[in-house]
T-cell receptor, first 116, second 113 residues
Framework: GAVVSQHPSWVICKSGTSVKIECRSLDFQATTMFWYRQFPKQSLMLMATSNEGSKATYEQGVEKDKFLINHASLTLSTLTVTSAHPEDSSFYIC????????????FGPGTRLTVL | AQTVTQSQPEMSVQEAETVTLSCTYDTSESDYYLFWYKQPPSRQMILVIRQEAYKQQNATENRFSVNFQKAAKSFSLKISDSQLGDAAMYFCAYRANNNDMRFGAGTRLTVKP
């Protein structure tokens, strides 16, 4: 099956700093990737849709200036949490539809962000 | 707006027995896809099974099968011969042609030895 990786798997940062999370499709190309946020014991909430070569589409209530998304190539999307605060601490997961069956999303292993 | 509802926050099953997890959804689309994902403690989302709405035949994957009732907008997951490794959070998900996937709140499955 299609493989999606994320880096880092866990990051701790100080309040006010910025953190970049990478999402890569390893064995397929993805013109679209998705970023989700998951709080403990809750479901995945879609934050934004990342589009290769164009602007990301953000869900209602998600601050685009705080969560910067860049999809510079067909295999890489990045999410930058700017001026992070403790309330941004969460589990961030990316996904991409595979090139073989684009109706199915394949997920990265997630990134745990802790903001002190 | 499309919504996905999982009414069972927690379920428990005895090892080797069968358990059914419920899921209902709301949509005005006629063409869409439904999924069940498993999230073990590692938090890696793993695809369990998928169903195309245009197919009347229920999808099966080894010990996992679904009961898809399109008119009732119901999509339940049946796990047969439950194994300890099946213990996890299970999420029902819906996706229409716009590629946007929506998830239910999840059901935590415990498997008792």
């Amino acid at each position: 099956g299609a493989v999606v990786s994320q880096h880092p798997s866990w990051v701790i940062c100080k309040s006010g700093t910025s953190v970049k999370i990478e999402c890569r499709s390893l064995d397929f190309q993805a013109t679209t990737m998705f970023w989700y946020r998951q709080f403990p014991k809750q479901s995945l909430m879609l934050m934004a849709t990342s589009n290769e070569g164009s602007k990301a589409t953000y869900e209602q209530g998600v601050e685009k200036d705080k969560f910067l998304i860049n999809h510079a190539s067909l295999t890489l999307s990045t999410l930058t949490v700017t001026s992070a605060h403790p309330e941004d601490s969460s589990f961030y997961i990316c996904s991409a539809p595979s090139g073989l069956t684009t109706d199915t999303q394949y997920f990265g292993p997630g990134t745990r962000l802790t903001v002190l | 707006a499309q919504t996905v509802t999982q009414s069972q926050p927690e379920m428990s099953v005895q090892e080797a027995e069968t358990v059914t997890l419920s899921c209902t959804y709301d949509t005005s689309e006629s063409d869409y896809y439904l999924f069940w994902y498993k999230q073990p403690p590692s938090r890696q989302m793993i695809l369990v099974i998928r169903q195309e709405a245009y197919k009347q035949q229920n999808a099966t994957e080894n010990r996992f099968s679904v009961n898809f009732q399109k008119a009732a907008k119901s999509f339940s997951l049946k796990i047969s011969d439950s194994q300890l490794g099946d213990a996890a959070m299970y999420f029902c998900a819906y996706r229409a042609n716009n590629n946007d996937m929506r998830f239910g709140a999840g059901t935590r499955l415990t498997v008792k030895p």
